[in-house]
């Protein structure tokens, strides 16, 4: 088993910057890819970003070049850096870690840019 903790989300003016954290714990997986989707309401899940266990990174084509993915493999902790925010991406975030037979998922955190 995989546990997940995210932290990080709240309140945030456009243009302003937050950094989500995710915690694991648990079972530890030698090939895997740890991420971030978020959920707007009457909106689905969309990938926000992922990496890869050999530190292959993907992002979407909306987050590009404004948010940045990483990880701390000796602390078990994976992040996630958003700058330059937008009303539209105001969502919850949840965090994810996908191994060859499962996916775990966090319980997510509320970011939301607005003025």
Do not use: H
Not at 59 to 78: L, Q
Not at 85 to 105: F, G, I, Q, V
Request: charged share 15%; hydrophobic share 30%; with cysteine.
């Amino acid at each position: 088993q995989v546990q997940l903790v995210e932290s990080g989300g709240g309140l945030v003016q456009p243009g302003g910057s937050l950094r989500l954290s995710c915690a694991r714990s648990g079972s530890t997986f030698s090939i895997y890819t740890m991420g971030w989707f978020r959920q707007a309401p009457g909106k689905q899940r969309e990938l926000v970003a992922a990496i890869t266990s050999d530190g292959r990174t993907n992002y979407a084509d909306s987050v590009k070049g404004r948010f940045t993915i990483s990880r701390d493999n000796a602390e078990n902790m994976m992040y996630l850096q958003m700058n330059s925010l937008k009303p539209e991406d105001t969502a919850t975030y949840l965090c994810y870690y996908r191994t060859a037979s499962n996916d775990y998922w966090g319980q997510g955190t509320q970011v939301t840019v607005s003025s």
